[in-house]
C-alpha cells in the first residue's frame, strides 16, 4: 500500500511539472507520401518540456513542420531527435522555449522558426545545417551568444535581427553570404568572429545594418577572417583582433587558422579551408604575422573534398595525423623542401610517403594509389 501511495506522489508531481514521457497521441503527423517517414504537425499534449519522438507509426520523424509549435506558450524545452533533417517555416514561432539544440542531422532551419521566441536564451546550432532561413530568430531578446558551425553556408535575411542582448557571435569559415540586415538593431553586439572568406557580393552591404563599419573592416585590406570587437554596444568603430585571423591572399590560400607553436617561434596551420581559391589550389604561406609556418595540425584539412592541389612550403617540417585524409579530389602535392616529416595516414591512399622520401622536393601527381614525381 505505501509502495502504491508512493508511486502516486511520484507521478503526480511529474505531471504537475510537465516532466511526463509524450505519447503518439500527443503530436498531429503526415506520413511522407512515399510512406517511409513522417513529419510533425502539430503539439496536442501538456507538457512542459517536450521530447519528440525518434519514430510514431514506427516511422522516422524527418521534419517538424510548418507552425507545428507556433504560439504554444505552455512549453520550456524541446528535445528534438538525431534523424529530424528538416525545421520548416514558423515551427516554433513565439513559442515560450528557454533553449533549443538543433542536432547534426538537421540540415535546413526554415522562416521565422524561431521568431519572437522572447524567452530563448541559449540555443546550440548542429554541425549539419547548412541553411538559416530569413528571419529564423529575429526578435529572440535574450539571446547573448550564438555560434554558427562552419557547415552553414548562408545566413538569411533578418536572420538574427533585434536580438538585442546579443554580445558574441562566431560565424564558421563555411559561410558565403550573410542577408539583409542580419543582425540589425543587435544594439550589444561587441564581438564577431569571421571563420573563412566571404566575397563582397555575398555579404549584404546591411548585414550589420545600424552596427557601425564592420563590414567595410572585413572588406578591407588586412581584413578577412579574425575576431573584430568594439569597446562598447554603441560604438561604430571596429576593431580587427590579432587571433583566429586568415593568412593575407598575398601570403597564402585566404580562411586559413594559424596557432601560435608552444615556444611561440613560428606557427601551426589549426584548420584549412571549406572554400579554398576557386580553383581549389591550397597554398600554405611561409610565414605569418613575420613568424615561420612550421606545421600542419591533426586533421587540419581533413575531409575536405573540393581541394585538388596542396602547395607546402620548406618552412612546414612536420604534417599531422590525417592532416589531409579523406581529400578524395586531392591529386597534386608541391613539397618546398626534402625535410618535411609526415606518415602514411596524412594524404589520400596512396604512395606518397615512399615517393616523397625517395625524390625529396618536388610537384607530385596521383593517378589512383600511385603518385609520380613530376
Keep these: 500500500m505505501k509502495r502504491t501511495v508512493f508511486l502516486m506522489v511520484a507521478l503526480f508531481a511529474l505531471m504537475a511539472v510537465g516532466l511526463y514521457a509524450q505519447t503518439e497521441a500527443d503530436f498531429d503527423v503526415t506520413v511522407s507520401k512515399d510512406g517511409k517517414s513522417v513529419s510533425i504537425d502539430g503539439y496536442k499534449g501538456s507538457a512542459t518540456t517536450v521530447n519528440i519522438p525518434a519514430k510514431i507509426k514506427n516511422l522516422p520523424v524527418t521534419i517538424i513542420g510548418g507552425s507545428a509549435f507556433e504560439d504554444n506558450k505552455k512549453i520550456t524545452s524541446v528535445v528534438i ?71 552553414v553556408t548562408s545566413i538569411g535575411n533578418n536572420a538574427f535581427a533585434n536580438c538585442t542582448r546579443l554580445t558574441n557571435v562566431m560565424i564558421g569559415n563555411g559561410v558565403t553570404s550573410i542577408g539583409s540586415n542580419a543582425f540589425r538593431y543587435d544594439e550589444s553586439l561587441t564581438s564577431v568572429t569571421f571563420g573563412g572568406t566571404i566575397p563582397s557580393n555575398g555579404f549584404n552591404a546591411n548585414a550589420f545594418n545600424g552596427l557601425g563599419d564592420i563590414r567595410d573592416k572585413y572588406l578591407a585590406a588586412g581584413g578577412g577572417a579574425g575576431t573584430y570587437t568594439r569597446p562598447d554596444g554603441k560604438g561604430t568603430a571596429w576593431t580587427k583582433g590579432a587571433s583566429a585571423t586568415a593568412a593575407p591572399a598575398a601570403d597564402g590560400t585566404p580562411g586559413l587558422k594559424f596557432d601560435l607553436t608552444p615556444d611561440k617561434k613560428g606557427y601551426i596551420v589549426s584548420k584549412g579551408t571549406l572554400h579554398p581559391t576557386s580553383d581549389a589550389n591550397v597554398v600554405i604561406p611561409a610565414t605569418y604575422n613575420n613568424l615561420p609556418v612550421m606545421a600542419i595540425a591533426n586533421s587540419a584539412f581533413n575531409d575536405l573534398p573540393l581541394i585538388r592541389s596542396v602547395t607546402i612550403p620548406v618552412s612546414v617540417i612536420e604534417i599531422g595525423l590525417v592532416a589531409f585524409s579523406g581529400c578524395a579530389s586531392l591529386n597534386s602535392v608541391t613539397f618546398g623542401g626534402a625535410n618535411t616529416k609526415f606518415g602514411v595516414t596524412e594524404f589520400p591512399e596512396g604512395d606518397l610517403l615512399a615517393k616523397y622520401k625517395a625524390g625529396g622536393a618536388g610537384t607530385y601527381t596521383r593517378n589512383g594509389k600511385t603518385w609520380t614525381k613530376k
Excluded at 90 to 113: D, H, L, M, R, Y
Excluded at 121 to 132: C, L, Y
Design 81 to 151: 531527435p538525431n534523424g529530424v533533417t528538416s525545421i520548416e517555416n514558423s515551427a516554433f514561432k513565439a513559442c515560450s522555449i528557454t533553449s533549443i539544440t538543433i542536432p547534426n542531422s538537421v540540415t535546413s532551419i526554415g522562416e521565422q522558426v524561431f521568431v519572437r521566441c522572447g524567452s530563448l536564451t541559449s540555443v546550440t546550432i548542429g554541425s549539419g545545417v547548412k541553411s538559416i532561413g530569413n528571419n529564423a530568430f529575429d526578435g529572440c531578446f535574450y539571446l547573448t551568444s550564438v555560434t554558427i558551425p562552419n557547415s
